[in-house]
C-alpha cells in the first residue's frame, strides 16, 4: 500500500497550461484572419426575399455588391428608391457601366450580388443589369435568404 | 554582493498574463466577426448583342415567360401560378422530343424570362426560384439514376458533376427590355 502512495505522490497533479497561450493566439489569428471588417453603411433599405434554391458564394474575396432599395431618409422614413454602390448612392445610372467596369478589370472573376429590397420593381434592376452588360460584368446573383 | 542580486532578478517579463490578453483579443474578434454566407440565386447575364444576328432558335424550343406588372405569370402566354412553374418547366426540358410543342432536347431547351418595369421583384425571385428547383430536380434524378448519389452530393468541378450539368444546361435567358 505504502509504496503505491508513494509513487502518486511522486506524479505531478494538473494540467500543464504553459502551452495555453499558443492555443489562444492561433484561435485568436484564426479569426482575425476571416474577420471581415469592413461593412458598408447601408444608405438603403434592403430587406431580403426568401428562396429555396439557392447558391452559396464560396469566394468572397470575388463578390462585389450592388443595393438596391428606398433611401433611408432621417426619422425612419423611406424615399425613393436608389441604388448604392460600396458606400455611394448612385446618382447617374450611366455611370454603373464605368465603375462596374474598374471592377472588372480589377478582378476578371467578378460576381456582382444584387442586393435588392423585396418591394421593389423589377425597371431598376433591368436598368442595373444593362449596365452591368455594357461594364461585361455578366456574373450575377440575386441575394436571398434561405426559405424555412 | 551586486553580482548575486544581479543574479537574482534576472530582467525577464512575467509572460502569465500573456494568454488574458490573447483572450481579450479573441473575444473581441469573435463578438466582431460575422460568418455570414452569402447565398442566392447565380445567374449569367447575356452579353450585349452585337450586330450579328443571333442563331436562330426554334419556337418549340423556346419556354417565355412573362412576369408583368401585377405579379402574374405568363407561361407562353398562357396565366400559370408559381408553384406550377416547376412542373411546366420540367415538362418542357425533359421532353426529349416527345411532344411537338415542347424542347427537342434538354440541350436545346431555353427559358426566356421577360418583366415588365413595375414587375415586383419579390414575385420575379419566386418565379425564379421555380425555375432554378425544376432545374436542380432533374439534375438530382439523372445523377441518382447515372451514379446513385445525390447531384449535391457530387464534388464541384468533378468530372461527374460535369457530365451532369452537360445533359441539363441551365439556358436561361434574359429577354431585351423593352424601350421606353
Known amino acids: ?6 509513487k502518486q505522490a511522486k506524479t505531478k497533479q494538473g494540467v500543464p497550461t504553459s502551452a495555453m497561450p499558443d ?42 455588391y450592388i443595393y438596391i432599395g428606398p433611401e433611408r431618409l432621417g426619422g425612419g422614413q423611406l424615399g425613393e428608391t436608389r441604388v448604392q454602390i460600396d458606400d455611394a448612392l448612385v446618382d447617374d445610372m450611366n ?8 471592377k472588372l478589370m480589377e478582378e476578371p472573376r467578378l ?13 431598376t434592376i433591368t436598368d442595373v443589369q444593362q449596365e452591368l452588360r455594357h461594364a461585361g460584368t455578366l456574373r450575377i446573383n440575386y441575394s436571398t435568404l434561405r426559405e424555412i | 554582493m551586486f553580482n548575486k542580486s ?28 460575422t460568418i455570414d454566407v452569402d447565398t442566392g440565386i447565380g445567374l449569367m447575364l447575356p452579353p450585349i448583342p452585337d450586330d450579328t444576328e443571333p442563331p436562330p432558335v426554334r419556337e418549340r424550343n423556346l419556354l417565355n415567360i412573362l412576369v408583368n406588372a401585377q405579379g402574374m405569370v405568363l407561361l407562353d402566354g398562357e396565366p400559370s401560378a408559381i408553384p406550377e412553374v416547376k412542373n411546366r418547366v420540367q415538362e418542357f426540358v425533359d421532353n426529349q422530343g416527345v411532344d411537338p410543342n415542347l424542347s427537342e432536347s434538354p440541350d436545346d431547351a431555353i427559358v426566356s424570362i421577360k418583366t415588365d418595369r413595375r414587375t415586383p421583384y419579390n414575385v420575379y425571385i419566386d418565379m425564379l426560384d421555380e425555375v432554378m428547383g425544376a432545374y436542380e ?18 464534388q464541384s468541378d468533378s468530372p461527374e458533376q460535369q457530365e451532369i450539368r452537360d445533359m441539363y444546361p441551365k439556358k436561361i435567358s434574359i429577354a431585351e427590355p423593352d424601350e421606353g
Not at chain 1, 500500500?1 to 508513494?6: A, E, I, L, Q
Not at chain 1, 455611370?95 to 462596374?100: F, K
Open chain 1, 95 to 102: 455611370s454603373i457601366r464605368n465603375i462596374m467596369y474598374d
Open chain 2, 137 to 154: 430536380e432533374l439534375r438530382h434524378a439523372a445523377s441518382m439514376n447515372r451514379f446513385g448519389v445525390p447531384y449535391s452530393e457530387l
Open chain 1, 111 to 123: 460576381i456582382v450580388s444584387l442586393r435588392v429590397d423585396r418591394d421593389s420593381e423589377f425597371g
Open chain 1, 23 to 64: 492555443v489562444v493566439f492561433m484561435l485568436l489569428i484564426f479569426f482575425m484572419v476571416t474577420t471581415v471588417l469592413r461593412e458598408v453603411e447601408l444608405q438603403v433599405q434592403v430587406d431580403y426575399t426568401r428562396a429555396e434554391n439557392i447558391e452559396k458564394i464560396e469566394q468572397k474575396r470575388l463578390v462585389s
Open chain 1, 1 to 6: 500500500m505504502s509504496r503505491f502512495k508513494k
Open chain 2, 6 to 33: 544581479g543574479r537574482k532578478d534576472t530582467p525577464e517579463i512575467n509572460g502569465s498574463s500573456l494568454a488574458d490578453i490573447a483572450f481579450l483579443l479573441l473575444i473581441f474578434f469573435l463578438v466582431v466577426t
